[in-house]
Every structure is written in structure tokens, then in C-alpha cells.
């Protein structure tokens, strides 16, 4: 049974720091590209970044381009997502989720074979 779980959120203040991570059971993970996601209220959850699998290639989305870092250790089954510079705009519930490809990254939600139940981050101004 495949599963992956996020854990790390949780409240800070704008400019702050937030580390999560998406530990992985249940499959080869280092054969599997792993995607972040939020969902704020009210919006469709979006990409924000992923990493490719052997952690050699990233990718962001603008906004949190400088701000985020997506890593990925293979020996430990997890990925991470350094936060910093927290805005109130980064409120939203974060998930992670992987599929199976070769692909340096994958933007498209519904080509993700499996999904996390995700974390609440919320940032206060």
C-alpha cells in the first residue's frame, strides 16, 4: 500500500520559516518524481513545484521562486519543502504527491499517481 505523508505545517508569521516534509512508503521511490501542491480557500489546488528523481532537476512556480527549496532524500524516502519568507498569501493546505516518469518535472495535477492528505500551513500578517 502506497502511502505519502506531509507533516510540518502549521501557523507563523509573515517572514517566517516552515520545513515540510512528504515521507514515502510502499513504493520505489527514487523511481518517482515528487510534485508539491497548495489549495487556499476557495481556489483550485495548484502546482508549485516538483523534483526530478534522482533530485538533479527542480522546477517552481514564480511566486515562490527564491523563497521555497524542494529537496529529496532518496535513502530516507522523503521529500522537503524549505519555506522561507512566509506571506499571508502562502496560506493554504499543502500537499505532496509523485509520479512514476523520467520526466525533470510534471506541472499537470491529474498525471500524479499518488497524493498525500496534506498539511495546513497558515501564515498571519
Known amino acids: 500500500q502506497v502511502q505519502l505523508v506531509e507533516s510540518g505545517g502549521g501557523l507563523v508569521q509573515a517572514g517566517g520559516s516552515l520545513r515540510l516534509s512528504c515521507a514515502s512508503s510502499g513504493l520505489t521511490f527514487s523511481t518517482y518524481l515528487v510534485g508539491w501542491f497548495r489549495q487556499a480557500p476557495g481556489k483550485e489546488r495548484e502546482y508549485i513545484a516538483s523534483i526530478s528523481r534522482s533530485g538533479g532537476y527542480t522546477d517552481y512556480i514564480d511566486s515562490i521562486n527564491g523563497r521555497f527549496t524542494i529537496s529529496r532524500d532518496n535513502a530516507k524516502n522523503t521529500v522537503y519543502l524549505q519555506m522561507n519568507s512566509l506571506k499571508p498569501e502562502d496560506t493554504a493546505v499543502y500537499f505532496c504527491?509523485?509520479?512514476?516518469?523520467?520526466?525533470?518535472?510534471?506541472?499537470?495535477?491529474?498525471?500524479?499517481?499518488?497524493w498525500g492528505q496534506g498539511t495546513q500551513v497558515t501564515v498571519s500578517s
Open positions: 504527491a509523485a509520479e512514476y516518469t523520467s520526466n525533470p518535472y510534471v506541472v499537470t495535477t491529474s498525471l500524479y499517481d499518488y
